[in-house]
């Protein structure tokens, strides 16, 4: 959960939509706007959306927990939930046929937090944005793309195409099986584990990138600037054309290597160690 500094107003917004392009029709639309003043610290559900869901879902939230699971059926339901110490934000919530969005105003207050949680049906591809809070998704099946401004990631159990993008937090990723894992980092640590994806690939600035496979790979490509990068695969006579290089550290390679494999990992640092293992 993310803390927000005292100032004297802080907004958060949340918007949750399917394309209109897509031609969504919505069966259920909210419409509601609340104001109170003074009441002691607390939580405040200020929103609960139900709506049918097709296409592809997008949700952008300015600050806050974002956080994301399958629901069985074809509805996309969400609660947005204001966290506050001092007195009750000013808190407004609209709906339309296409879009829900929602919006918090916090004053004079220590600290005033925002999560949300959406269930949506597992095969929808889903497109998740936040400026400053944790994303966390699981166990959806579809395409899903992810990337924060000042914030973690967690991601776990997915099967489709998977896309992480942090600029100042970690990405932390668990049994991940999609034809295709990607995950970008500007400042913070990449740790995926329980890695099925044939194809990996993960690039870092300043962190270090840890990838560890369940499976055997077909192409793993670890990029990374200042930190360490660890790269671990099954054990077993598999062999793997392996491109290991490092201008400021230390490199081991201890699996086998062919230069003719079709199975390629490709680790690549400049100030940081290189691990390749079982």
Request: proline residues 5%; neutral net charge; glycine residues 10%.
């Amino acid at each position: 959960m993310t803390t927000l500094p005292l100032t004297p107003a802080r907004t958060a917004a949340l918007v949750v939509g399917v394309p209109i392009s897509l031609i969504v029709i919505i069966a259920a639309a909210v419409s509601s706007a609340t104001s109170h003043h003074g009441t002691p610290g607390g939580t405040h559900p200020t929103a609960r959306l139900d709506l049918s869901a097709q296409g592809t879902v997008t949700a952008t939230a300015n600050y806050g927990m974002l956080q994301v699971v399958p629901a069985a059926g074809r509805r996309l339901r969400l609660t947005w939930t204001v966290h506050y110490a001092h007195h009750h934000p000013i808190v407004a919530w609209h709906s339309t046929h296409s879009v829900g969005s929602g919006s918090a105003r916090c004053i004079a207050v220590r600290d005033c937090t925002f999560s949300y949680q959406a269930t949506l049906p597992a095969g929808l591809p889903t497109d998740l944005t936040d400026g400053a809070g944790t994303v966390t998704v699981h166990g959806l099946t579809s395409p899903v793309s992810v990337t924060t401004q000042a914030g973690d990631i967690v991601a776990s159990a997915i099967s489709g195409t998977v896309h992480l993008q942090a600029q100042a937090g970690s990405i932390t990723g668990s049994g991940l099986s999609g034809a295709l894992a990607l995950a970008g980092d500007q400042a913070g640590d990449i740790r995926l584990t329980g890695l099925s994806s044939p194809e990996v690939t993960a690039s870092g600035q300043s962190g270090n990138i840890s990838l560890a496979f369940t499976a055997v790979p077909q192409r793993v490509s670890a990029t990374d600037r200042m930190g360490d990068i660890s790269i671990a695969v099954p054990s077993g006579p598999a062999a793997y054309f392996v491109s290991a290089s490092t201008d400021f550290g230390t490199t081991h390679v201890g699996v086998p290597t062919s230069q003719g494999s079709s199975r390629v990992i490709t680790a690549s640092d400049q100030f940081g160690a290189i691990s390749i293992t079982h």
